[in-house]
């Protein structure tokens, strides 16, 4: 048994307009197996896995579940029916409605239409405590940390009897801590026979839990393989069809003169007096957990949050900044981390979405834009950062993640700003345009600005900047130089917690 | 025993969203007690008996606006099919229809609307606001139409029993209204808070897309949820032309929003899944107590309309505020 597969797709090809998402694509999963389905942003991982889960259907081609062909198309709710269950990337669940209810929805259990709100919640209990997850049935989802809101969507899948389990980048938004916990409930889950396939990112985590690899690339099957037998640089290489020969690109620049510092700044619980420094010429990495107080700084510096105390001090001058404008007039400008919540207006153009924030300079004194400055600029954007889209008229949401960024990053780039910080430039972006943000990075530094780089990858952290500020719960633990310092120094610091019994 | 002396209370505030009902339960107490100082007459069994079936009609399309508001959309066309159901029940009548049959009439022509609106709005996915606003004006013409742009005629003697079964009777010392009211109110509340259709009903106005892929039916629960709307609109229209016992072509004109302002002051959120409908009756109430005792105290009706806009926003301001983490809005409006 535990040698038939339990999911066969052969020749699956799906069309949306004007791209080929899926072509000619085969796959297999086997039950007890844990499968990573790998490949760049755009590469139809998630079309493949909808069509699975019957989110979307297929134009062409042979689906078999538990030995059984699927002739028509699949519903979300056959899907499962079959035992298909797909935990999407961004969570799915009803944020009012409580932990049990969110579990049976759709398949609530009921008599004549009236609910048993009893038995749900002693059925939620059970498989809750069978993965071992401490949650409340009755606890409000909205009121739930991200992890635990996805823990509540594997309960989910698990109670409808979900005999293949699809995780969409399950870890992007998750802690250590919340990672190790989401591994443990993934053994536990594949110990009971399921097959679960497991896309992500993050390569350096696929170790802990993967039996087997899928890499696809363009839409196409690529190659398969037991992961312990395909060597990372290999796995890289089929994913973006090259070498990369550098996964950290560095370049060496002189340090400049001190141009941007911050000192005993506060604001609210998350921000307690924090202190930094950037030069010109220099890439300042800002590492921590998540939920260390990184992003509430930034946004903090930037005049998004209001600050309680403390002051910021650009080119030896005390600047006061009490709302975003004022934090751009004075040269400091802010790639959010949240690029389809913060960053962009998903439903403008990517010229329009450029252009928003240089209208002062656009704009003649009566409010005009003038059309062919703000063309002139954007092209010059568009190709500096080579960012890859039809033309800049397109929707920003139409965009892949990592061109998505890159428009992030343009939008600031057209104005001389002397400090740009970016708040988690590479999540959710594949390796390549990883490498590509890297570039610009390192093309800011050179031209001479100081560049801050908030990151919850170790390794990246390392890998780019000149030094590092470790933040834990809101305070700066430490100030290190990247070359002498190594990822247990900076784990060590980003756990450093205030003893809280004293 | 203290345990024991605590637990109702505890009970019944773990109910999604009971803490704002409670709220402004307090309100609408303080409210009375006011009113009740100003003018004694206020408490008398004569007055309570008619602010009561002052209150039914608000109640009901509130009730039917808190469907709509939940599943995240609105209702324009409730005052519309006030009008309507007022209209074509009238004129069955004056041309002697018997009442039975010309309620039954009325409630069919008034699902219809619901039906369309559900249809606009979940399988053509138009924008709520925009396919109840036509059928608001379809509705209303409808209503025009009905007597050839002509409120009906007094709808006579034949009428009788219909007029005292939705207005001018009283069973166990309440006016029928009163009880119908209750009666819907109790029936609505009970699909809502203990059946499948309810809970997919916060469902879809909570999260649409995981509902959708839950296996809930997104159209059919959008549906159900106008139809009900049209429902106890068809049943206000009834009670309306039982009042007057003829047709008005504006009935109900601006119904829509007062049911809006009954569901909003009662907690339940424009943006969907967050609501209940005590909460609704509380609206409804605070509603008709501040129209009715304004009125007592001798309050034109410019200043009553002022205060009762003011109520409205201040309610909902309230409400933002509690819910704002850590009164961070407090921050704003100091700014």
Known sequence: ?502 | MNQKLESPYKRLLAIRGMGQVLTVTIGLIILCIVFGLMNPMFFSSRNVSNLLRQIAPILLIGIGQSYVLLIGQIDLSIGSVVGMSCMISATLMTRGVTPLAAVIITIICALMVGLVNGFLVAWCKLPSFIATLGTMTIARGIAQIANNNYNTDSIGEAAEGFRNFFYYGKSLGLYNTIWIALGLWLIFNFVLTRTRTGRHIYAVGSNIEAARLSGVSVVATTIKAYLVSSFVCCVVGLITTATSGMGTMDAGTSYELYAVAASVIGGVSTLGGQGLLFGTVIGASIWGVLQNGLQFAGAPIAIRNIVIGIIVVVSVLLDVIVRSNKGKSWKILKK
């Open chain 1, 1 to 502: 048994m535990s040698n038939e597969y339990i999911v066969e797709m052969k020749n699956i090809t799906k069309t949306f307009p004007g791209v080929k998402a899926l072509d000619n694509v085969s796959f297999h999963l086997k039950s007890g197996q844990v499968m990573a389905l790998l490949g760049e942003n755009g590469a139809g991982k998630s079309t493949l896995m909808k069509i699975l889960s019957g989110v979307y259907t297929r134009d062409e081609g042979y689906l078999k579940i538990f030995g059984e062909e699927i002739k028509g198309n699949l519903t979300p709710k056959s899907a499962q029916e079959l035992g298909v269950s797909i935990i999407h990337q961004e969570l799915n669940m009803c944020a009012h409605l409580t932990v049990a209810e969110n579990i049976f929805l759709g398949k609530e259990i009921h008599s004549k239409g009236l609910l048993k709100d009893k038995e749900m919640v002693k059925r939620s209990r059970a498989v809750l405590e069978r993965l071992k997850i401490d949650i409340n049935p009755k606890a409000i989802v909205g009121s739930l940390g991200v992890g635990q809101q996805q823990m509540v969507e594997i309960a989910k899948a698990l109670e409808s009897n979900a005999k293949v389990l699809i995780m969409d980048e399950p870890t992007s938004a998750l802690t250590t801590k919340e990672i190790e916990d989401l591994f443990r409930i993934i053994r536990e889950v594949k110990s009971r026979g399921c097959g679960i396939v497991y896309i992500s990112h993050r390569l350096e985590e696929l170790q802990h839990i993967v039996d087997y690899v899928t890499i696809m690339r363009d839409g196409k099957y690529i190659a398969e393989g037991e992961f312990k037998q395909l060597p990372m640089p290999k796995i890289i290489s089929h994913m973006v069809g090259r070498e990369i020969t550098e996964q950290f690109p560095r370049v060496k620049t002189q340090r400049g003169k001190k141009i941007f510092s911050v000192k005993n700044l506060n604001a609210g619980r998350m921000v307690r007096n924090v202190s930094l420094e950037a030069y010109e010429g220099e890439i300042l990495g800002i590492a921590g957990l998540m939920g260390a107080g990184r992003t509430e700084t930034t946004r903090a510096i930037f005049g998004v949050d209001h600050k309680d105390s403390g002051e910021i001090i650009v080119q030896d001058e005390v600047v006061d900044i009490s709302c975003p404008m004022d934090a751009i007039k004075h040269g400091i400008v802010l790639a959010p981390e949240d690029r389809k919540k913060d960053g962009l207006c998903t439903k403008l153009s990517v010229r329009e979405n450029i252009a928003l924030a240089n209208l002062d300079e656009l704009c003649n004194k009566s409010g005009v834009v003038n059309r062919k400055r703000e063309k002139e600029i954007v092209e010059k954007a568009i190709s500096n950062l080579k960012i890859k889209l039809p033309t800049s008229e397109v929707n920003a949401a139409s965009l892949s993640g990592g061109n998505q960024q890159k428009v992030v990053v343009a939008k600031w780039l057209a104005r001389n700003s002397k400090v740009v910080i970016f708040d988690e430039p590479t999540r959710g972006i594949d390796v390549a345009a990883k490498v590509e943000i890297y570039n610009i990075m390192n093309t800011l530094k050179q031209s001479g600005i100081a560049v801050i780089f908030v990151s919850s990858e170790m390794p990246e952290v390392l890998g780019v900047s000149d030094r590092i500020v470790v933040m834990c719960d809101g305070k700066v633990t430490g100030s290190l130089i990247t070359e002498e310092t190594n990822q247990e120094e900076i784990l060590q610091l980003a756990t450093k917690f205030e003893n809280k019994i004293d």
